[in-house]
């Protein structure tokens, strides 16, 4: 582990006199109750973030062969969230909204680092990105230690290089770890054990102040390896090493869940545990299937309910009352001010997401809202540039290089699979001036034509085979001979020989 500077081990004590009790929704800024009744002190915070966990991957969602017993656990303990959105279904944008309260259209930080270079079958170019959050832009651990938080980031960062790391933008502890790593008798494929000793290290360490852990593993992102024997269990599995995967996961949640119980702070710590993005529904790398987001539709890189749902779970011991199921939507944008809540901090003007406290304390109420996305993008998943706003029960899903737009009442329809734009033409109306207006608002980047433009490319990897309806959970040999096909053409088309930079 890496360490920025030294910290006043008397901090926490000063500031504990300084707690406030309620919380309090208004038009002003929102501040919370820092800590549990009678406990003296802020909570702590252990966010851990998955990397392409899909909405059913666990089995308290509802994954009858995947074995995570801690984590539904966790959920009866908790909150269970079935309707908890990202804000981009792809890594580098979705946690930069996280860490800063911000939208990615707002950051311009709109695909994964360091982007895919346009190639020929594409209609329209992508736009530029930045290559990082900016220093300019103040992530959680910069606001928590107002309060007199220490912070660590450990495991994968992908919001910037050099420069631009966790250490620059204010945590005070980071351990990068290893994506992939050979499975042992101690170890995962996706080094899941070094970084779950790197946490239990880091609580261990700062166990007498408020904390703000930061865990976000590499698993179950491609490629991915299991250990022999819970592969050999999950034999039966969709696909068993990725539900070895899933299993080791879930093993390294309950070796943190105890340490924090060991070490008497299972009452005042919040858990969060999410995803950035949903599920890979299509092969892609070494592996000819992955995992199905059913009953959604596609998965991750997709602006449809599979890319865009995730998994979504909060213990918070004495404020969050056990085994609670929320389907009011939410999205990762919101756990900045949220945090920032629980520690009573007042939340900041000019982000994107606003403070779900209300919703999991159950305690005051929030307004409907509208959800947004900018995704002038394609992806190796299939997907092309779009935008898509959610009102209420209704999703208008608007592509960028056709002009194309989908319309779907999500109330009646979870699969989107019938396309309502043609019944619907006032409200499609309503909405696209709707989602227009806010990409001017965060000041979105657009897409431009592409001048070296191949129409029978594009036909073949985005209409001959439309990725976003292949559902590996119902596919026949057929249909996956077809998808198998078509990932080895947009394997070709995105090659180094066939891209070329702008």
């Known amino acids: 582990m890496s360490s920025k500077r030294g910290l006043n081990p008397c901090f926490a004590v000063l500031l504990a006199a300084s707690l406030l009790a309620g919380f309090v929704i208004g038009a002003g800024p929102a501040r919370a109750a820092g800590a549990v009744e009678g406990s003296g002190r802020k909570p702590n915070f252990l966010f851990i973030l998955c990397d392409d966990l899909g909405i059913n991957d666990l089995h308290c969602y509802g994954r009858r062969d995947h074995h995570t017993p801690n984590l539904d656990s966790l959920a009866s303990a908790g909150m269970r969230f079935t309707s908890a959105y990202c804000a981009q279904p792809i890594c580098s944008p979705s946690r930069a909204a996280i860490l800063t309260g911000k939208a990615p259209a707002r950051l311009h930080l709109t695909t994964f680092l360091p982007g895919r270079p346009d190639c020929p079958s594409q209609m329209v170019l992508h ?7 900016p220093l300019r832009e103040r992530m959680i651990p910069a606001w928590l230690r107002e309060s007199g938080y220490v912070s660590a980031a450990i495991g994968k960062w992908h919001v910037g290089g050099t420069g631009f790391g966790p250490l620059d933008h204010g945590f005070d502890v980071c351990h990068e770890g290893r994506a992939n790593t050979t499975p042992s008798a101690t170890e995962g494929g996706k080094g899941e054990y070094d970084l779950t000793a790197a946490a239990e290290k880091f609580m261990e360490d700062n166990r007498d102040r408020p904390f703000f852990l930061y865990l976000a593993h590499n698993s179950p992102h491609i490629p991915y390896a299991a250990q022999k024997a819970r592969m050999d269990s999950n034999a039966g599995a969709f696909e068993p090493v990725y539900a070895g995967v899933i299993e080791t996961l879930d093993d390294s949640v309950g070796r943190l869940l105890a ?13 969060v545990f999410t995803s950035d993005n949903g599920g890979l529904h299509v092969p892609e790398g070494p592996h000819p299937r992955v995992t199905h987001n059913s009953p959604y539709r596609a998965g991750k890189g997709f602006l449809y309910e599979g890319g865009l749902r995730i998994p979504l779970i909060v213990r918070w011991p004495g404020r969050i ?34 403070s779900i406290l209300p919703l999991l304390t159950r305690r005051g109420s929030m307004p409907s809202r509208k959800f947004y996305w900018h995704f002038p993008h394609y992806t190796n998943q299939g997907s092309r540039p779009g935008g898509a706003i959610r009102d209420r029960d209704w999703l208008l899903v608007e592509y960028y290089d056709a002009g194309q737009v989908e319309l779907y009442d999500l109330g009646n329809d979870a699969g989107e699979r019938t396309n309502v734009a043609s019944r619907h033409p006032a409200r499609v109306s309503a909405m696209r001036l709707d989602l227009a207006a806010w990409r001017t608002q965060v000041d979105a980047q657009g ?18 085979q439309d990725a976003s309806q292949f559902d590996p959970f119902r596919a026949t040999d057929a249909q996956w001979e077809s998808i198998w096909d078509w990932r080895r053409e947009m394997n070709a088309a995105v090659s180094p020989g066939r891209t070329r930079g702008r």
Request: without cysteine; neutral net charge; proline residues 12%.
């Open 321 to 354: 009352k056990p085994g609670t199921l929320m389907d009011k939507p939410v999205v990762n944008t919101d756990w900045l001010p949220t945090l920032l809540q629980m520690a009573g901090q007042p939340v900041p003007a000019g982000l994107d997401g606003v």
């Open 259 to 271: 340490k924090l119980k060991s070490l008497g702070l299972a009452g005042n710590t919040v858990v």
């Open 127 to 133: 736009p530029e990105i930045q290559m990082q959050v």
């Open 447 to 464: 897409n431009r034509p592409n001048p070296g433009f191949d129409p029978a490319g594009y036909r073949l990897l985005y209409q001959d």
